[in-house]
Every structure is written in C-alpha cells, then in structure tokens.
C-alpha cells in the first residue's frame, strides 16, 4: 500500500523516530508499504524553516535528498491535484495540509497525519 506522510510524520520518521506515534511505526517499517513525500511538504518546510519556525529547523534540501536515498516515493504537485482543492470542505485553513489530502483523495493514496483536523476530511486519510 501506498502512505503519504503529513508534513509532521515526515519529519519525525526522517528526523525524530522517537517523536513518530507507536502504532505508525509498524506501518512506515512494514516491506509491503511504499512510503510517499508530497512535493508539498518539502515546500512548506522550505518556507517555515526560512522563517525561523522552531519545529522546521531543517534543511529542505537536504531532507528531500535524505528521504529518496532511504526509498521514499516523491509526489509531485499536478494541476489536477491543485484543482481538487476547491472540492474539499472548509475543515481546515492550512493550505499545505489540503493541498495533501487533494492528492491522497485524487492518487487513492492512504494519508497519514497527526493532526485531528486533517482526519476529518472524507477519504483515504488516517490519523495517529
């Protein structure tokens, strides 16, 4: 199966595994599962490293190079994916985080997020 990690989880597993929820880790490790990174996220930790966020202190760059070489799946951002958008319901303000579950619900590909708001959207969406 095929799990897009939030921009959160994608951290924790690069960075900070002891931060990644227990039940998550089975799956992430699990052979049979493609891990996938949306191009969204490495935008989102490129934009809130440069403003100093203190939980993006990460080189973007870097992670992404990080992410390819330990076999993580990129997903790039497509038209369709940016159309979906508009068809999702008004649960949530973060655009990076809609952005995401407009490409689980249009790739068919299981979200993985830590956030209840992100959850509360209809379709392939799983919470931690």
Same mark, same amino acid.
């Given at each position: 199966?095929?799990?897009?990690?939030?921009?959160?989880?994608?951290?924790?597993?690069?960075?900070?595994?002891?931060?990644?929820?227990?039940?998550?880790?089975?799956?992430?490790?699990?052979?049979?599962? /493609? *891990?996938?990174?949306?191009?969204?996220?490495?935008?989102? $930790? =490129?934009?809130?490293?440069? !403003?100093? +966020? @203190?939980? #993006?202190?990460?080189?973007?760059?870097?992670?992404?190079?990080?992410?390819?070489?330990?076999?993580?799946? /990129? *997903?790039?951002?497509?038209?369709?994916?940016?159309?979906? $958008? =508009?068809?999702?319901?008004? !649960?949530? +303000? @973060?655009? #990076?985080?809609?952005?995401?579950?407009?490409?689980?619900?249009?790739?068919?590909?299981?979200?993985?997020?830590?956030?209840?708001?992100?959850?509360?959207?209809?379709?392939? $969406?799983?919470?931690?």
């Amino acid at each position: 199966m095929k799990l897009l990690l939030d921009t959160h989880l994608l951290l924790w597993a690069a960075g900070e595994p002891e931060r990644l929820p227990e039940e998550a880790s089975p799956l992430l490790e699990a052979p049979e599962n /493609e *891990l996938v990174f949306s191009v969204a996220s490495m935008w989102e $930790v =490129a934009i809130k490293s440069a !403003l100093g +966020r @203190d939980d #993006f202190k990460v080189d973007a760059a870097v992670l992404r190079r990080g992410l390819i070489e330990n076999g993580y799946l /990129e *997903l790039p951002i497509a038209g369709e994916h940016a159309v979906a $958008v =508009a068809t999702l319901p008004s !649960l949530h +303000r @973060d655009p #990076f985080d809609r952005l995401l579950v407009a490409q689980a619900q249009v790739e068919g590909i299981m979200l993985l997020t830590v956030d209840p708001l992100v959850a509360a959207y209809p379709g392939p $969406v799983r919470k931690f």
